[in-house]
């Protein structure tokens, strides 16, 4: 399962949902938003599989103007979060992100 944690609030996040129908698994430079604070990072290679970092101004203008972000940022804000149990030690709870391939 890939866990990830969000760069701008610092969640937990182990479940994703791609936003285009089969788009697969996520890869380096897909946008990810998080669930938790509904703001978007951007996959990367780390030295231990794919993570977030924050995107660059220049990402971060691109990512805003794309409908399928926008209408993800939307859905996810008209929507409450699953909140279920979570076995974390650090007891944050229910951990979720959509991806949205940009
Ligand atoms: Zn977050």
Redo the contacts with the bound molecule.
């Keep these: 399962m890939l866990e990830t944690t969000?760069p701008?609030?610092g969640?937990r996040n182990r479940h994703h949902m791609a936003v285009r129908a089969g788009a697969g698994p996520p890869t380096p430079g897909n946008v990810s938003l998080?669930i938790?604070?509904f703001?978007p990072a951007v996959y990367e290679n780390g030295p231990a599989g794919l993570r977030l970092r924050l995107p660059s101004a220049d990402e971060l203008s691109t990512i805003e103007a794309n409908p399928q972000y926008q209408r993800a940022v939307r859905k996810l804000r008209d929507r409450q979060p699953d909140r279920r149990p979570d076995s974390s030690p650090d007891g944050r709870g229910a951990a979720g992100r959509r991806e949205v391939n940009c």
């Design positions: 969000c701008h609030c969640r998080c938790g604070c703001r």
